[in-house]
């Protein structure tokens, strides 16, 4: 019998016992959550490695058993994205080549300092404190941001095409979790919240859009690196 866990160890047990042999503390860790008696590898590996210094925001996982819980949860990993986003997109603005990406990059930078400020109102108005919570998804796409900002061996036509790519998936995020969040705002009667929270969805599809825009031109750049030969 083999099984795979979410982290890709290959588990086999023996035909004899039916047991898994000289586990590590890994494939213990994912036998524990294929017999739905534990959490996976990659779970504990993400605290223990907030534990060991990392200054992203631990995984949200508040108990949820309303609407307005769900609303809060969303407020929380909105807010952690705000948060990070002004260090990451200053990063990606210096790596950036394009004089009209560089000044959208540092420009909405600039706009993730307003995003949280209205955040932190939005809080208030439903009786909340913010708390930095993120999603797996978000944590791995501000990761792919930086990491791509620090890459050295790629054309700069290159990069600032994938630069876009990875921003508007984050913004695309973003967008999803601001639509939401606005929409539940309304429904449970905050409104002040809700008209908060649509200017910055607001703010967050222009930028989107002005990506795009961007990109029509330097996707092409892209085509021809410098150093390519024809």
């Known amino acids: ?8 160890v290959r588990l086999c047990a ?3 016992t039916g047991r898994f042999p000289r586990a590590t503390a890994r494939e213990r860790q994912d036998e524990a959550w294929v017999r739905g008696t534990g959490r996976p590898w990659h779970g504990r590996h993400l605290e223990e490695t907030k534990a060991k210094g990392n200054d992203m925001a631990p995984i949200a996982t ?3 058993h309303s609407l307005k819980d769900l609303l809060v949860e969303q407020l929380n990993e909105l807010y952690a994205a705000e948060t990070h986003s002004h260090a990451v997109l200053t990063k990606l603005a210096f790596a950036a080549s394009s004089p009209k990406l560089v000044e959208a990059l540092r420009s909405h930078a600039d706009e993730t300092k307003q995003h949280t400020a209205r955040l932190e109102r939005v809080f ?3 009786g909340g404190k913010p708390r930095k919570l993120e999603t797996h998804g978000c944590r791995g796409l501000l990761e792919d941001c930086t990491e791509l900002a620090g890459r050295t061996k790629i054309d700069p036509g290159v990069r600032d095409a994938a630069l876009i790519a990875v921003v508007q998936r984050l913004e695309h995020d973003e ?5 939401c969040a606005r929409t539940w705002a309304g429904l449970l009667g905050h409104t002040a919240a809700a008209s908060e929270l649509l200017k910055t969805l607001t703010e967050e599809r222009r930028f989107d859009e002005n990506l795009s825009k961007i990109a029509e031109s330097l996707n092409k750049l892209a085509l021809e690196p410098v150093g390519s030969a024809r």
């Open 14 to 16: 023996t035909r004899s």
């Open 124 to 126: 208030g108005e439903i």
């Open 1 to 8: 019998m083999a099984t795979r866990t979410p982290s890709g």
């Open 175 to 179: 967008l999803a979790g601001y639509g």
């Open 62 to 64: 508040m108990a949820m």
